[in-house]
């Protein structure tokens, strides 16, 4: 069976998944400024300008990140595991370009992914994949392609889907305060069209649909992270989602994504992001950085 690489909040309300999210009800806590840590980074920082002055994911041209999986806190159940989606092993992401349309910053991303899809543990068959992805930044608005790993952590892009439109009624992907998160809350909306491309040579049809998400972001208590370059004190977001699914057909129903599809991702100024823990129980560490 080939390796599927998607977005996995949107392959998720296409495709049947038993998913286990791990029990983030004590990370959901707003953020108290009171009592944020002061440790300085024992890591690498960044020094140049950020794009739209996006101190909290400094995508000046030509940094890279790369991260590691590694194994979660919460792991899925054994009998679970078989489930879940073939996990990349690396991500690596690079600022290829940052050009200025307009009114806005576009910053274009290269991702590259390697997984190991044998099902046979004495082989490894790898799976590389490289996407191309776009931030695009001004100063009211930071919207993350839904393709990209900076989107929600979960890496691999999408398979087998095509989108034409993509729109934002409401907020955006990261809502700056003096260039990082603040401590407020806020809310992205997503409706976007999709059609789904079959295998080619197959002669199947596939019908074409509608997804709508409601993706939104609580600022939690910062925390000291220890990454694979160093110690960071890093800014923390729950990102939970609801969504839906409609196909275009008479009749068709809305389909709901699955229940409590709960991320958490750790972000640094200066830095970007440092690690990441999904709702499937995959979690990414920094591993090698050039910034700046």
């Known amino acids: 069976m080939p390796y599927e ?17 791990p029990s983030l009800s004590s990370a959901q806590k707003p953020a108290d400024p009171k009592k944020k840590p002061d440790a300085p980074p ?11 002055g996006a101190t909290i ?12 999986y590694t194994q979660s806190p919460n792991p899925p159940p054994e009998g679970l595991q078989k489930l879940l989606p073939a996990q990349p092993q690396t991500v690596t992401i690079t600022v290829k370009t940052v050009e200025t349309k307009g009114p806005d910053t576009v910053v274009t991303l290269e991702e590259k992914t390697s997984a190991d899809i044998s099902k046979d543990p004495k082989k490894h068959v790898l799976d590389e994949r490289t996407l191309t992805t776009t931030v695009t930044c001004n100063r009211t608005k930071f919207e993350i392609s839904p393709d990209s790993f900076f989107f929600a952590g979960e890496p691999g892009g999408w398979f087998g889907l095509q989108f034409d439109e993509i729109k934002r009624p409401k907020d955006t992907s990261l809502k700056l305060s003096n260039g990082t998160i603040g401590d407020s809350p806020w809310r992205e909306d997503i409706v976007a069209h999709f059609a789904r491309t079959p295998v080619e040579g197959s002669g199947a049809k596939h ?3 509608k997804i709508e998400l409601e993706r939104t972001f609580t600022p939690a208590q910062p925390e000291r992270i220890n990454t694979r370059i160093g110690w960071y004190t890093a800014e923390r977001l729950v990102l939970s989602t609801t969504g839906r699914v409609t196909l275009e057909h008479p009749n068709a129903e809305a389909n709901p994504l699955p229940a409590n599809w709960v991320n958490q991702i750790w972000m640094v100024p200066n830095v970007g992001v440092a690690q990441v823990l999904n709702a499937y129980g995959h979690m990414y560490i920094l591993a090698e950085a050039t910034l700046k």
Do not use: D, F, H, M
């Open 207 to 209: 019908e074409s649909g």
């Open 57 to 68: 994911l400094p995508l000046v041209q030509g940094n890279t990140w790369t991260y590691g």
């Open 5 to 21: 690489p998607r977005v996995r909040i949107l392959g998720a309300a296409l495709l049947p998944l038993i998913l286990l999210v």
């Open 42 to 52: 024992k890591g690498p920082v960044g020094k140049a300008p950020a794009p739209c």
